[in-house]
């Protein structure tokens, strides 16, 4: 990949981001409480604005599986460029990104995923966490 696309590929990665932030609910302390008054699980990433990993999840999966994810989680997001309030009970290795999948009181429903997945891995997710939660 050439230069000037890595560029254009990280900017609008970290435009993503900011618009995404805009929303308050995706911060996972506020998250873990809204989670807990509507009964939904956390579908929390931790991403980096310098990966590029991160920007490919987020346009490719996050972003058009949002809906999805709503409808099923509460959304919570971390970049750690931004902000290093990972809650201590996270077991967060430093890989990004990672997808975590919360009770609403935080704790592990399943080991974290770590890297980059698609639209059809979603799928599988909300499926086999349907099955074994009855969600």
Do not use: W
Not at 88 to 99: H, V
């Amino acid at each position: 990949m050439n230069i000037f696309k890595k560029v254009f590929v990280i900017l609008i990665f970290c435009l993503t981001l900011s618009n995404i932030y805009a929303n308050e609910q995706f911060n996972i302390f506020d998250a873990k409480q809204i989670a807990k008054e509507v009964n939904k699980p956390i579908f929390y990433i931790v991403v980096s604005a310098k990966c590029s990993h991160c920007a490919h999840f987020v346009e490719n999966t996050i972003i058009p599986g949002f809906n999805k994810i709503q409808s099923n989680f509460v959304f919570a997001m971390t970049d750690i460029t931004k902000e290093n309030n990972i809650p201590k009970n996270i077991q967060f290795t430093g890989f990004t990104p990672t997808t975590y999948i919360l009770t609403p009181d935080g704790q592990m429903m399943a080991s974290p995923i770590k890297g980059d997945f698609n639209l059809q891995i979603l799928d599988v997710i909300i499926e086999k966490l349907n099955r074994a939660y009855g969600m």
